[in-house]
């Protein structure tokens, strides 16, 4: 099947299976992240306690990790959970908020990274930073363009073996042997709290029924740029954009995800090395 074969059907499958998506993440953007996982069709489950948090990953479809906010359980916590979400089987997304700018948490997401997870999803700043280099962002806002973040995404792909997607005003995403270039979205999604751990979310709930890491966060991408931009069109402003946002995801077609505009393999295998 083609790509965009395999979009169509990854969201019909995410809302004939309703994936239980195991989600570690925000506190702050908790509501949030649960209300776009039913909105695309998933089944979120908060469960982040230590000593429930490794014994559930088994029974859930997938795993969402965002170390946006830290705290001293889930430091034990989010490595134990994701070293059995490994053993299970079970495919989880990382999430590396403000990776770069906050050495615990850097620390911790680098340590990570030994349980493979099937996705990395962050900004071109975290992607860069996340593999070892030197980036330009503060905080959780990026400084780099997505484009300058390609070769720590391929660094990191040949390290733990994940999909790597890079938000930006064009996303990009790459498993090391194509990279694909999904535009659109909307710059309200900057002006509200949660949308990137949101997109982390969705993320997940693809991975759940997705054979191909690929396919799932190339799906997850497509659904959001098209929700924010129809979004974007009905919102007076930040605080009417986040319902109508979910309003759109929830109202996606199979039609709409795979639209060959809105996904398109940019080029196959990493770029040649300078001369």
């Known amino acids: 099947m083609t790509l965009h074969n395999n979009l169509s059907t990854a969201l019909t499958d995410l809302r004939r ?13 908790t509501n949030f992240v649960a209300n776009a996982i039913l909105a695309v069709g998933g089944s979120p489950a908060m469960a982040a306690d230590p000593g429930e948090a490794d014994d559930f990953v088994a029974l859930a479809s997938a795993l969402l990790i965002n170390v946006g906010t830290l705290s001293t359980d889930k430091r034990v916590t989010i490595p134990l959970t994701a070293h059995a979400a490994e053993k299970a089987g079970t495919p989880w997304v990382l999430d590396p908020v403000a990776v770069g700018a906050l050495q615990p948490r850097t620390r911790l997401a680098k340590f ?49 073996g994940a999909v790597i997607a890079i938000s930006g005003a064009t996303d990009l995403i790459t498993d090391g042997k194509q990279v694909v270039r999904t535009p659109g979205g909307s710059l309200l999604s900057t002006k509200i709290t949660g949308a990137g751990c949101a997109l982390g979310g969705v993320t997940a709930a693809f991975a759940g029924v997705c054979a191909s890491p690929l396919v799932a966060a ?9 929700a924010a931009e129809r979004a974007e069109k009905l919102a007076a402003g930040p605080g009417t954009y986040q319902p109508h946002f979910l309003d759109e995801l929830y109202a996606l077609t199979p039609e709409d995800v795979s639209a060959p505009e809105r996904s398109e393999i940019e080029n196959a295998g990493k770029p040649e090395a300078e001369a």
């Open 17 to 29: 299976r309703t994936p239980l998506v195991q989600c570690m993440t925000n506190e702050v953007t």
């Open 112 to 160: 990570i990274l030994d349980f493979h997870p099937s996705v990395i999803r962050g900004n071109a700043s975290e992607i860069i930073a996340l593999s070892g280099g030197v980036s330009a962002g503060k905080g959780v806002d990026s400084g780099d363009d997505p484009s300058s973040a390609l070769p720590a995404a391929f660094a990191l792909n040949e390290r733990c």
């Open 218 to 226: 190339v799906a997850a991408s497509v659904a959001f740029n098209i």
